[in-house]
């Protein structure tokens, strides 16, 4: 069950309007991760978790919390595009300052959302659950959680570098602390199950069933071979189950692929017009 309280979780005003970054403001609301994805991925991992207790319930809390943040940000981007010049088209085009920040905002703003916030990023992309992930398994989603925060944390950082406006500033430090504790929650999170569980997902799967003789093998696949340097190229693996060892120059595993002609009604392009060379009798053709 959810109910609403009509406070903000924190204050969300701007010293004054601002139309375009309102157009910026949109990417850390509706974008790839943004709080409506921040918090519809939180809210189906906790409904998705079969069984109770505390992971449960820090999936819950933080759902429901991002839930507040997308409040902010809608609130934000609305007094962002409230009393925001009106200004006719005609007028746009005799002064480039008018027609500078028309061509940087979103005309859906007026057009579409009547001076409101949309469900969409700063390019107008609209929302799309094929953003989130909720896989059932806590130690995978908790490290695409991770991710998540990261990449949010660092928009909204980027954000914040890229206005004077001082309201706006306050309201960004705060999203961006409560995006630090949640670094930290969910690093916290994949450390007790890493230790419950180790680091490779799932853990549950028969390792036997797995080609152990390359588990712990990194193949030189491009030119140079600096990634031989590396922590992941040498010495015990991080599962403590293995040795990292290097390849430089990988052979190939498997035989030249050779499939069998599709069938005619099939009609593909004739196998004797793919051979090499003209001149060369077909074995297939009679």
Known sequence: MFYHVKELQYRSKPECPDP???????????????????????LFQGWNTRGDGKYRDLLMDTGAEELAHIEMLATMIARLL?????????EAAQNPVV?????????????????GAMPSDSVGNRWTADYIIASGNLLADFRANLNAESQG??????????????????MLSWLIARDTMHQNQWY????????????????????????????????????????????????PSMDGLGTFNYVEDPLPYGKKPKLNPAPPYIHDTPLFALRKSDDLPDPDMK
């Open 20 to 42: 375009v970054y309102a157009k910026k403001l949109q990417e850390i609301l509706g974008g790839q991760f943004g709080e409506i994805s921040v918090a519809m991925q939180y």
């Open 188 to 235: 916290a999170a994949i450390c007790e199950l890493e230790a419950k569980e180790n680091i490779v997902v799932p853990s549950t799967f028969p390792r036997e069933l797995e080609k152990q003789e390359v588990a712990y093998t990194l193949f030189n696949y491009s030119l140079g071979n600096q990634s031989a340097e590396g922590r992941w190229a040498h010495g």
């Open 99 to 115: 027609a500078a920040i028309l061509g940087g905002s979103n005309p859906q703003h007026s057009i579409v959302s009547g001076l």
């Open 82 to 90: 409230d009393g925001a010049p009106d200004v006719e088209l005609d």
């Open 153 to 170: 944390r660092l928009q909204a950082v980027r954000l914040y570098e890229q206005t004077d406006d001082r309201g706006v500033k306050d």
